[in-house]
């Protein structure tokens, strides 16, 4: 079923309103419940990175770095956002499929799809996650996405392009707590305002090992593909290197959540 009414998907759409919530105007199904669900969760993985017991591990030889503890799950197998409202997109349109799924299976179904934003995650390597709402009835799509706080009809999202859709999402087949990422590969870390910042393990001038690897945060702004990097801290031949943007980090984070930030990577660079 979902083959035949994804190409909808694949349609031209209508004019999009960044206002987010319900542009159409029309009803949505369930919107009170889903509205109130949307403004108790955020887009942030900056609690979990400097959360004290998450560790960070680098594999130098397959060129890979790890950080450990990242998923939690409750004794039912379900998610467990941090602090209970913070996560990045995967994990909360799993939080939210885990509260919706009662609704009428007679009516409605439920997928997980892979997509792009135009604004923040443009390509298909961004591998941004949203949920998608089927009324079998009168054959609607309607696309929930937490980490923007938008829920509408899904042809009024034209910054949206769905590429694949799934029952249900790797990490919650597995279980598994930890996430991996190549060298050079940013994870979202946190949107404010017009920006997104990002944490990576990258290598220098080509060199990925104990001598060579730096912690970087990055900021992008909406609709453009250059990041500015914020937080530097690392190894270059062996040396330890750091540059910070200090009154851009400081527009952009908390002052405890800079000085926890500081803490967590100069912990990380001292274990490596």
């Known amino acids: 079923m979902w083959?035949?009414?994804?190409?909808?998907?694949?349609?031209?759409?209508?004019?999009?309103?960044?206002?987010?919530?319900?542009?159409?105007?029309?009803?949505?199904?369930?919107?009170?419940?889903?509205?109130?669900?949307?403004?108790?969760?955020?887009?942030?993985?900056?609690?979990?990175?400097?959360?004290?017991?998450?560790?960070?591990?680098?594999?130098?030889?397959?060129?890979?770095?790890?950080?450990?503890?990242?998923?939690?799950?409750?004794?039912?197998?379900?998610?467990i956002l941090e602090q209970g409202r913070f996560g990045l997109c995967a994990e909360l349109s799993t939080y939210f499929y885990q509260h919706l799924n009662d609704l009428p299976a007679e009516q409605y179904e439920f997928r997980f799809a892979s997509a792009t934003e135009a604004g923040f995650f443009p390509t298909y390597e961004s591998n941004h996650i949203v949920l998608l709402l089927y009324d079998k009835e009168d054959q609607n799509i309607y696309l929930i996405d937490p980490s923007f706080h938008r829920y509408g009809k899904f042809r009024d999202f034209e910054e949206y392009k769905i590429y694949g859709v799934k029952e249900s999402l790797d990490f919650m087949k597995d279980k598994k707590p930890d996430v991996t990422f190549r060298a050079d590969q940013a994870m979202p870390l946190m949107i404010k305002q017009d920006l997104l910042l990002s944490f990576s393990v990258v290598s220098v001038d080509g060199k990925f090992d104990q001598d060579n690897f730096l912690f970087v945060i990055t900021a992008n702004r909406r609709h453009r593909t250059a990041g500015l990097n914020l937080l530097v801290m690392g190894k270059v031949n062996g040396r330890l290197e750091s540059y910070e943007s200090k009154e851009f980090l400081a527009e952009v984070l908390a002052a405890d959540e800079l000085s926890s930030l500081h803490r967590k990577i100069t912990t990380w660079l001292l274990q490596h």
Do not use: C
């Not at 349609?11 to 009803?27: D, G, I, M, Q």
């Open 3 to 79: 083959m035949s009414w994804l190409i909808i998907l694949l349609l031209p759409s209508v004019s999009f309103a960044e206002s987010a919530v319900n542009p159409s105007k029309s009803p949505l199904p369930y919107e009170e419940r889903i509205n109130r669900l949307m403004h108790a969760v955020d887009y942030s993985a900056l609690p979990t990175l400097i959360d004290p017991k998450v560790p960070l591990t680098i594999d130098f030889n397959n060129k890979t770095w790890t950080l450990g503890g990242v998923h939690q799950y409750d004794a039912k197998g379900n998610i």
